[in-house]
Antibody
Framework: QVQLVQSGAEVKQPGSSVKVSCKAS????????ISWVRQAPGQGLEWMGG????????NYAKKFQGRVTITADESTRTSYMELRSLRSEDTAVYYC?????????????????WGQGTLVSVSS | SYELTQPPSVSVSPGQTATITCSGD??????VYWYQQRPGQAPLLLIY???QRPSGIPERFSGSTSGTIVALTISGVQAEDEADYYC?????????????FGTGTKVTVL
């Protein structure tokens, strides 16, 4: 069984950047396709973007384009999500999750398992 | 932007049946997935490809589809089913594919 373990909580100043890691352990090696999802306090789930290893490229939700970078390294089975120009509204728990690709786009697939989440607090 | 709409809340007595709907214009052409999220925990996959249940998920959880509306049914609700539930699907725009989540439904067990 694959497990995803994320880096620890972060406290950041407005205008700075944060980089959260997500490392896979256990389970078979192979494609490492990861989505990142965030959840603001008391709010729902919000997809930020994903990385498909066979193409070696990321795809981002329009809301985050230009401000987020998602990477993934199959050799180390680690994904990173960097969010820049942080503001108070970015305070949230950030999750990584493994994408299961269907016959078409990987973004048509489901997310399982999920990391434990990383709380990022943005405050002056 | 594309949205998946869920009822904000559903209340159900133990042993009864809870049904959570998810509506979206593109749903007839896309698979839908369902997740359970208990307080303070990460989401857990309940249903994939509209109706399939991963190993380890109790049989009381089932998925169904009907046009632009899909549903998650919890039969014989138990106290431990009190949680938030989210549907998830995919949409496309200008050649890019995006994952999208429903607005979420809080299930309260009375």
């Amino acid at each position: 069984q694959v497990q995803l373990v994320q880096s620890g909580a972060e406290v950041k100043q407005p205008g700075s950047s944060v980089k959260v890691s997500c490392k896979a352990s256990g389970g078979p090696s192979g494609s490492f396709d990861i989505s990142w999802v965030r959840q603001a306090p008391g709010q729902g789930l919000e997809w930020m973007g994903g990385f498909v290893s066979v193409f070696g490229e990321a795809n981002y939700a329009k809301k985050f384009q230009g401000r987020v970078t998602i990477t993934a390294d199959e050799s180390t089975r680690t994904s990173y999500m960097e969010l820049r120009s942080l503001r108070s509204e970015d305070t949230a728990v950030y999750y990584c999750a493994k994408m299961h690709c269907g016959d078409g786009s990987c973004y048509e697939g489901w997310l399982d398992p999920w990391g434990q989440g990383t709380l990022v607090s943005v405050s002056s | 932007s594309y949205e998946l709409t869920q009822p904000p809340s559903v209340s159900v007595s133990p042993g009864q049946t809870a049904t959570i709907t998810c509506s979206g214009d593109s749903l007839p052409n896309q698979f839908v997935y369902w997740y359970q999220q208990r307080p303070g925990q990460a989401p857990l996959l309940l249903i994939y490809k509209d109706t399939q249940r991963p190993s380890g998920i109790p049989e009381r959880f089932s998925g169904s589809t009907s046009g632009t509306i899909v549903a998650l049914t919890i039969s014989g609700v138990q106290a431990e089913d009190e949680a938030d539930y989210y549907c998830q699907s995919q949409t496309s725009d200008s050649g890019h594919n995006y994952q999208v989540f429903g607005t979420g439904t809080k299930v309260t067990v009375l």
